[in-house]
């Protein structure tokens, strides 16, 4: 997956796409609701983003984390958390610790 990299249109994509997914199971409705409805075009403001970073945002209320590829094994990723403060831990998955 790090060839998207190269290719900043293609990863605000999936990070969009990303976030919208992560919101949408958040909110208890899933793919059942209209992905077009759901705005995350703040997600956009970081196009250079690094896929090393874990990034935050604020969208009704809602936290949005996304964390790169990276950060999971090459996976795109992103947690929505409804209002309040709240701590990111990743435990590596037994079998696929970093060597």
């Not at 190269?6 to 059942?32: D, H, M, N, Q, V």
């Not at 958390?81 to 701590?87: A, H, L, Q, T």
Request: proline share 3%; aromatic share 8%; net charge negative.
């Amino acid at each position: 997956m790090k060839d998207y990299e190269l290719f900043p249109l293609i990863s605000g994509i999936l990070r969009c796409w990303t976030c919208k997914e992560a919101y949408a199971k958040a909110l208890g409705k899933g793919l059942s609701l209209d992905p077009r409805g759901l705005d995350v075009s703040v997600v956009l403001n970081n196009l250079a983003a690094q896929a090393g970073v874990m990034e935050n945002f604020v969208v009704d209320d809602w936290s949005l984390v996304v964390l790169g590829a990276d950060i999971v094994e090459g996976y795109l990723s992103a947690l929505a958390v409804e209002r309040g403060e709240f701590v990111v831990k990743m435990h590596p998955i037994r079998g696929h610790e970093s060597q």
